[in-house]
T-cell receptor, first 114, second 113 residues
Framework: EAGVTQFPSHSVIEKGQTVTLRCDPI?????LYWYRRVMGKEIKFLLH????????ESGMPNNRFLAERTGGTYSTLKVQPAELEDSGVYFC????????????FGQGTRLTVV | AQSVAQPEDQVNVAEGNPLTVKCTYS??????LFWYVQYPNRGLQFLLK??????LVKGSYGFEAEFNKSQTSFHLKKPSALVSDSALYFC???????????FGAGTTVTVRA
């Protein structure tokens, strides 16, 4: 079974530019999550999809961040315009339906805004 | 609100010695607890979880963790550490009414030969 795949693995962009991160979850996983780790701190929750619907987006930092999940399959996270403080590692994870199941994480996208 | 504390930024042990990585948590309901490991240039890998039942749970690579409700702790342990266990370890908690995970800041484990 293929794992969670994220693309790109690294991205370096200038302040004010736009970046789109992509996540392909494990097939059959209805739950998809985005997390972010900034500068060696805690991994912070951003949002949670159930199929194509946003279940919880309480962790999204501001309206420069837009997440979508087309047809309940892959997801994209767009940052527009990017700011310096957006730098960090963005993780995507997916899980099956119930709360007691573990989430499987991708390798992350390292975003550097210069 | 839910939160996790990993009080040690780094843990250094000699190969063959016991390894313990500490974790304490705070939740409003009953906790679901998880340990993940991140090797260099890799994503987070699931190690083990506590949902209910036996307080001692066993996971991958010989790791185990003990849930202690009175101390709100979920320490990760391995009886005999290997050099290959050197990695970044994250403890995470999920409240029973929620799906999102709250993570600790991570503990870097270095096992010296």
């Amino acid at each position: 079974e293929a794992g969670v795949t994220q693309f790109p693995s690294h991205s370096v962009i200038e302040k004010g530019q736009t970046v789109t991160l992509r996540c392909d979850p494990i097939s059959g996983h209805d739950n998809l999550y985005w997390y972010r780790r900034v500068m060696g701190k805690e991994i912070k929750f951003l949002l949670h999809f159930v199929k194509e619907s946003k279940q919880d987006e309480s962790g999204m930092p501001n309206n420069r961040f837009l997440a979508e999940r087309t047809g309940g399959t892959y997801s994209t996270l767009k940052v527009q315009p990017a700011e310096l403080e957006d730098s960090g590692v963005y993780f995507c994870a997916s899980s099956r339906g119930s709360r007691n199941t573990e989430a499987f994480f991708g390798q992350g996208t390292r975003l550097t805004v210069v | 609100a839910q939160s996790v504390a990993q009080p040690e930024d780094q843990v250094n042990v000699a190969e063959g010695n016991p390894l313990t990585v500490k974790c304490t948590y705070s939740v409003s309901g009953n906790p679901y607890l998880f340990w993940y490991v991140q090797y260099p240039n890799r994503g987070l890998q699931f190690l083990l979880k506590y949902i209910t039942g036996d307080n001692l749970v066993k996971g991958s690579y010989g790791f185990e963790a003990e849930f202690n409700k009175s101390q709100t702790s979920f320490h990760l342990k391995k009886p005999s550490a290997l050099v290959s266990d050197s990695a970044l370890y994250f403890c995470a908690v999920r409240d029973t009414g929620d799906y999102k995970l709250s993570f600790g800041a991570g503990t870097t484990v270095t096992v010296r030969a």
